[in-house]
C-alpha cells in the first residue's frame, strides 16, 4: 500500500512537471519533445497525457500536438484572485510606507492584468481596478516584468501588439524598449514616467521566485513621484517584494 501511495504521488509529480514543460514550450508541445526535455519514457509520457487528457487538463490537437486544456483556465483565474487577497497585506505596508497606490500585476500573455490594489489614502491618486488590461510597454509593472524575458520573446510580443503611445512619452520603438529593459535590469527597478497617463510616476519591481511572474508597484502623481521620493520608494518595494516572495514560498506568514 506505501508503494501504491509513494507510485501515486511521483505520478502526480510527474504530471504537473509535464503541464509546466507545456507552458514554457507556449502551451503547445509533442510528446517526444515532452520525452525529450523530461527525460520520461515515451510509453511514461503517453499514460500522463493520456489522464491529462481524460481529466480536461491537456487537449489533443488536430497536427497530434497537445496544448494545454480549458479546465486549466478555472484553477488559473481562482489561483489568480487568492493571489491578489495574500498580497494584500504587503500591498498596505507599501502604502504605509510610500503614501502611494500600490499595485500587484501579473504578464497572463501578451497583457499586463492587475490582481490586486491598495489605494492611497490622498485624494490626487491614480486609479486603476483591479481585473483591467493593458499593454506592458507603456507600464512600469509591464516592463518590470520584461526585463527577465528574453529579448527574441519580447521582439515578438511587441511585434503581436503592437506599440501604441498611451501618451507623448510612452516608447514606441523596440530598440528603445529593449534597451530601457537593460537598464531595468541594471537598476532593479521599473519607472513608467508620464507613459501610461500624464502627470502618472508609477515605479515598480518584479515579485522574485515567484511561482507565477508578479509584480508590484506604487503610483502616484509626478509632483509626488519625484527623482528624490524615487530612492527613498525604490528600496521599500524591494522589500516588500523580498518579503512576499518568501511568503509566496511558505517561508512567511500569509
Known sequence: MASDRAGGVQSLERAFDL?????????????????????????TIHRLVRTLVDCGYVRQQPNRRYALGPRLIRLGESSSRLLGTWARPYLAELVEATGETANMALLDGDEVVYVAQVPSRHSMRMFTEV?????????GVGKALLAYVPPEEVRALLARTGMPAATERTIVDPDEFLAELERIRTQGYAVDDNEQEVGVRCLAVTVPDSPT????????????????????????????????????AGNGTL
Open 19 to 43: 503541464l509546466e514543460r507545456m507552458a514554457d514550450a507556449g502551451g503547445e508541445v509533442g510528446l517526444s519533445e515532452l520525452s525529450a526535455s523530461s527525460g520520461l519514457p515515451l510509453p
Open 131 to 139: 481585473g483591467r488590461r493593458v499593454l506592458p510597454h507603456s507600464t
Open 213 to 248: 511572474a508578479a509584480a508590484i508597484s506604487i503610483s502616484g502623481p509626478a509632483g509626488r513621484v519625484t527623482e528624490a521620493a524615487t530612492e527613498k520608494i525604490v528600496p521599500v518595494l524591494q522589500g516588500v517584494a523580498r518579503q512576499l516572495s518568501a511568503a509566496l
